[in-house]
């Protein structure tokens, strides 16, 4: 019996954008996996929790999401195991996604009892951690790799040869990077023989740095697309935060939350969707990336694509973040 399922005829159509110079296109919005397996720990992933991150990802593909972002530090590879899971059990899938994934960063005790939590940009280190993520993910080639940290002993040339040995086995179609400044960026890109075509950082109405530290003007420049993590500061913009990182407790959205609110009061709109429109509007085309695991917000996210904020609210709604009126 065919155990695949088969979707079709269910999936909605959200506007595709190019990501970066190259000839993949994803989705306004990309679906992240960073959730989908209920926890950070293997060992507390149970069958349901697994049920629950399978019936996520069917329900951004059919929502239509097409880009889903992933990394092999969610849960130790258990967010990318879900993934591949689904991409086997539904039919056709896998040519319709564009999936995208991240390394580098090893965990506490990794090789040795006593190693310490680090990142590593080491050619071997980075092919090694990229074919296990296929193996993970059940695939062939993903379509995206990105650096997931900056290692401080990054070396240009030699993630640069990791690069091209992983492209010329047909491992992986284009690279990008996450959470990098941008003059560690203009380092890779200068050695690399590739465009880097995506850059993922953290990016909402609470967290304002990549307007001001050049991250953005450096993705207009180069054309890469800023693929913003944590749009809706872990939920506090939105509905309530589940959890916060350790960098995120310090965020005081009530500042700003009531001009949300009137936005979205005005457009009969969710303050989600005001929050995410805000987002969609730069010119650098945001990519937020959306890691609800409840189909409902997950459906509410897509209506962001459809929201075009005039400049007098896109600014109203700075200001407020910014607590002080523009210089």
Same mark, same amino acid.
């Given at each position: 019996?065919?155990?695949?399922?088969?979707?079709?005829?269910?999936?909605?159509?959200?506007?595709?954008?190019?990501?970066?110079?190259?000839?993949?296109?994803?989705?306004?919005?990309?679906?992240?996996?960073?959730?989908?397996?209920?926890?950070?720990?293997?060992?507390?992933?149970?069958?349901?929790?697994?049920?629950?991150?399978?019936?996520?990802?069917?329900?951004?593909?059919?929502?239509?999401?097409?880009?889903?972002?992933?990394?092999?530090?969610?849960? *130790?590879?258990?967010? /990318?195991?879900? !993934?591949?899971?689904?991409?086997?059990?539904?039919? $056709?899938?896998? @040519? #319709?996604?564009? %999936?995208?994934?991240?390394?580098?960063?090893?965990?506490?005790?990794?090789?040795?009892?006593?190693?310490?939590?680090?990142?590593?940009?080491?050619?071997?280190?980075?092919?090694?951690?990229?074919?296990?993520?296929?193996?993970?993910?059940?695939?062939?080639?993903?379509?995206?790799?990105?650096?997931?940290?900056?290692?401080?002993?990054?070396?240009?040339?030699?993630?640069?040869?990791?690069?091209?040995?992983?492209?010329?086995?047909?491992?992986?179609?284009?690279?990008?990077?996450?959470?990098?400044?941008?003059?560690?960026?203009?380092?890779?890109?200068?050695?690399?023989?590739?465009?880097?075509? *995506?850059?993922?950082? /953290?990016?909402? !109405?609470?967290?304002?740095?990549?307007?001001?530290? $050049?991250?953005? @003007? #450096?993705?207009? %420049?180069?054309?890469?697309?800023?693929?913003?993590?944590?749009?809706?500061?872990?939920?506090?913009?939105?509905?309530?935060?589940?959890?916060?990182?350790?960098?995120?407790?310090?965020?005081?959205?009530?500042?700003?939350?009531?001009?949300?609110?009137?936005?979205?009061?005005?457009?009969?709109?969710?303050?989600?969707?005001?929050?995410?429109?805000?987002?969609?509007?730069?010119?650098?085309?945001?990519?937020?990336?959306?890691?609800?695991?409840?189909?409902?917000?997950?459906?509410?996210?897509?209506?962001?694509?459809?929201?075009?904020?005039?400049?007098?609210?896109?600014?109203?709604?700075?200001? *407020?973040?910014?607590? /002080?009126?523009?210089?």
């Amino acid at each position: 019996m065919n155990s695949r399922l088969s979707l079709a005829g269910s999936q909605n159509i959200m506007q595709t954008i190019p990501v970066g110079v190259g000839l993949l296109r994803g989705s306004r919005l990309a679906y992240g996996c960073w959730r989908v397996a209920g926890s950070w720990n293997p060992a507390d992933v149970t069958d349901a929790r697994r049920a629950a991150g399978r019936r996520a990802v069917i329900s951004a593909y059919e929502t239509g999401y097409t880009l889903f972002d992933n990394a092999d530090i969610y849960c *130790a590879g258990e967010a /990318e195991r879900i !993934l591949g899971q689904v991409l086997k059990e539904v039919s $056709g899938m896998r @040519d #319709q996604v564009v %999936i995208v994934t991240k390394g580098g960063i090893r965990p506490v005790g990794d090789s040795q009892p006593d190693s310490p939590g680090r990142y590593d940009f080491s050619a071997s280190y980075l092919i090694s951690a990229c074919e296990q993520s296929l193996w993970r993910l059940g695939i062939e080639t993903i379509d995206l790799y990105l650096l997931h940290r900056p290692d401080f002993l990054a070396d240009p040339e030699e993630v640069a040869q990791a690069f091209a040995q992983l492209k010329a086995a047909g491992k992986v179609r284009y690279f990008g990077v996450s959470n990098f400044r941008p003059t560690l960026v203009t380092a890779l890109q200068a050695a690399c023989p590739m465009p880097l075509v *995506a850059h993922q950082i /953290e990016i909402s !109405l609470a967290k304002l740095d990549a307007f001001t530290d $050049g991250t953005l @003007d #450096q993705c207009l %420049i180069e054309r890469m697309t800023p693929m913003a993590w944590s749009p809706l500061a872990a939920g506090l913009i939105g509905d309530g935060a589940n959890r916060l990182l350790p960098s995120q407790k310090t965020y005081r959205p009530e500042g700003f939350l009531p001009a949300v609110e009137a936005v979205a009061k005005a457009r009969g709109a969710s303050r989600t969707t005001v929050a995410l429109a805000w987002l969609l509007k730069h010119p650098a085309r945001i990519m937020p990336i959306i890691g609800s695991i409840n189909p409902d917000r997950i459906r509410e996210s897509v209506k962001a694509a459809d929201l075009e904020l005039t400049r007098e609210e896109w600014y109203h709604l700075l200001i *407020a973040a910014r607590g /002080e009126p523009m210089p």
